[in-house]
């Protein structure tokens, strides 16, 4: 089988991690692969920032809630990034037109470059978990990190030697995902049936018998109240206009 397949079929986060530095050659190949993602128009509109300081880490542990931050090989944060490309264009004498469009440009360019990090350090072994509690409290993160206008924390990703080997975690049907020729109301729903019989069993496994939900209601739980509702006022005050 294609070793690349198999490595993307058997991810899995990672959220224990041994006390072992990444080297610099690993740190250089992920980095390098980052950059090498597909970018809109080659925009490339995003920043990383790696945390290496440990004071730094203990803080963003402790403002993430997440105390593997400090406890892992490697910390990097993805941020969307259009102040570099606000400067390009005032370089040349024009005035830079944001809106919602160069937001989602900026924040799909951190995804992409972020998978592409995270594939590269699951295929030396290494084991990841994306950080979106970077956003529990993005504010307090942007300063410690002296973010420009312009530029937010989308998520951070720990990389670093696993110090366990967690159960596979299922994902939903494929009819319920992949849809032929146009959405398929009725295989989503149909799908969303059986996926929950399916989490069901594994919480089931994983928790040894304590925790008996399933997908929807777990998704019910999430989205009964609105999620970081802090994020419009956040992005308004880093200069992001979303119209
Ligand atoms: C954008 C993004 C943000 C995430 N944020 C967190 C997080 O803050 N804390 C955490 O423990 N896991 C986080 N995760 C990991 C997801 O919970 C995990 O990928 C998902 O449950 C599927 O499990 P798997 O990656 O083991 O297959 C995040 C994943 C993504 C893609």
Redesign the pocket.
Known sequence: MNPVIELLKN???I?KFKDIPLTPEQIDAIVTSAQAASTSSNVQAYTIIAATDPELRKQLAEL?G?AYVEQTGLFLIFCADLYRIKEATEQHGEVFHQNMESFLVATVDA?LAAQNAAIAAESMGLGI??????RNQPQEISKLLQLPELVYP??GLTIGVPDQA?I??P?LPKEALVHLNGYQVEAGREGVRQYDETVHEYYKVRTQGKTLTNWSQSMADKYRKPVRAHMRSFLDARGFRLE
Do not use: D, L, N, W
């Not at 978990?129 to 970077?134: H, L, P, T």
């Open positions: 991810h899995r986060s959220r993430t997440t995804a978990c994306y950080i979106g509690a970077v989308v998520f967690p596979q975690r994902r």
